[in-house]
């Protein structure tokens, strides 16, 4: 089984700041690997899949970057929407990364 | 406009049984594989199952093998999970989910609101 792994568990910036979360796959994935983003009591939302490509309708301050087994999801400039827990996702059999809580500072 | 409504959610007891539904629209639903990812409280997302778009494939998690069993009805543009032998730890918000490609696998880009399952005595 494919595992991934997802840091830092939480992230506590400011508005304005650029955040970073990297998902590490335990076997290469290629460029299979998804990012969403899920607020309390909401379904997840896609927001990148095949590693780098946006979702549309996805606000271009989401990047995300990486192959084979090492991958980040990037936001150039946190906004206050963007409070919520993201989840990496690899796409061979869909295991999803323990997720990255990135909370009020 | 595309949507997916899931159903039959409920509490049970240990080692009863449950189905769920997701009730599909909007989409050519025989085209698109389907998912079912659940969500224990105050927990992560743990995919449980996947079934190709023609029913062909089916795929399960490890911990639902041998309880678990995902089907669709083409005809109906329907997407089921049959549990069988509930345990405590199959607690969770289930949704069901559509691949974002046709006749493919890969990301899941429509989402139902989920059903909440609950396995108590």
């Known amino acids: 089984d494919i595992q991934m792994t997802q840091s830092p568990s939480t992230l506590s910036p400011s508005v304005g700041d650029r955040v970073t979360i990297t998902c590490r796959a335990s076997?290469?994935?290629?460029?299979?690997l998804a990012w969403y983003q899920q607020k309390p009591g909401k379904a997840p939302k896609l927001l990148i899949y095949r590693a780098s490509i946006l979702e549309g309708g996805v606000p271009s301050r989401f990047s995300g970057s990486g192959s084979g087994t090492e991958f980040t999801l990037t936001i150039s400039s946190l906004q206050p929407d963007d409070f919520a827990t993201y989840y990496c996702?690899?796409?061979?059999?869909?295991?999803f990364g323990q997720g990255t809580k990135v909370e009020v500072k | 406009q595309v949507h997916l409504v899931e159903s039959g959610g409920g509490v049970v007891q240990p080692w009863g049984s449950l189905r769920l539904s997701c009730a599909a629209s909007g989409f050519t639903f025989s085209s698109y594989a389907m998912y079912w990812v659940r969500q224990a409280p105050g927990r992560g997302l743990e995919w449980v199952a996947a079934m190709s778009h023609d029913g062909s494939n089916k795929y399960y998690t490890d911990s639902v093998k041998g309880r678990f069993t995902i089907s669709r009805d083409n005809s109906k543009d329907t997407l089921y999970l049959q549990m069988n032998s509930l345990r405590a730890e199959d607690t969770a918000f289930y949704y069901c989910?559509?691949?974002?490609?046709?006749?493919?696998?890969?990301?899941?880009?429509?989402w139902g609101q989920g059903t909440m399952v609950t396995v108590s005595s």
């Open positions: 989910a559509r691949d974002r490609e046709a006749y493919n696998y890969d990301a899941f880009d429509v």
């Open positions: 996702q690899q796409c061979y059999s869909w295991t």
């Open positions: 076997q290469t994935i290629n460029s299979y």
